[in-house]
């Protein structure tokens, strides 16, 4: 299970730090991502990061503003989010891969590799 917390309202270049739990598995051992979807807008990838710290992606929409982190020893992973802007005005959640082997760069940001979804928290960039 998977749970976001952290998002809130915050005005256009401000920062939030984005919290996931996760519960009944051992988060180290698994390629986490973020994901968001804004009102009437498709679901866009953010960030994800493999189980060995090796692989990182991002989108190019928020790549040098945004960071992913883990802290395995508390099943936790985190988001980062400096230099907000109004499009990044979103319901944020986190994802599990199914597998425990890593998948390759391309495949960070592949839907179906993903098994289990969290409830996500609402971020709110005002102008």
């Known amino acids: 299970q998977l749970q976001a917390s952290g998002g809130g309202l915050v005005q256009t270049g401000g920062s939030l730090t984005l919290s996931c739990q996760a519960s009944?598995?051992?988060?180290?051992?698994?390629?986490m991502a973020w994901v968001r979807q804004a009102p009437g807008k498709e679901f866009e990838w953010v960030a994800a990061?493999?189980?060995?710290?090796?692989?990182?992606r991002y989108a190019d929409s928020v790549r040098g503003r945004f960071t992913i982190s883990r802290d395995n020893a508390k099943n936790m992973l985190y988001l980062r989010m400096n230099s907000l802007r109004v499009d990044d005005t979103a319901v944020y959640s986190c994802?599990?891969?199914?597998?425990?082997?890593?998948?390759?760069?391309?495949?960070?940001?592949?839907?179906?590799?993903?098994?289990?979804w969290g409830q996500g928290t609402q971020v709110t960039v005002s102008s």
């Open positions: 990061k493999d189980s060995s710290g090796m692989r990182t």
């Open positions: 994802a599990k891969y199914s597998r425990q082997r890593d998948p390759i760069f391309s495949e960070l940001f592949r839907k179906d590799g993903y098994d289990v």
């Open positions: 009944g598995f051992t988060l180290r051992q698994y390629t």
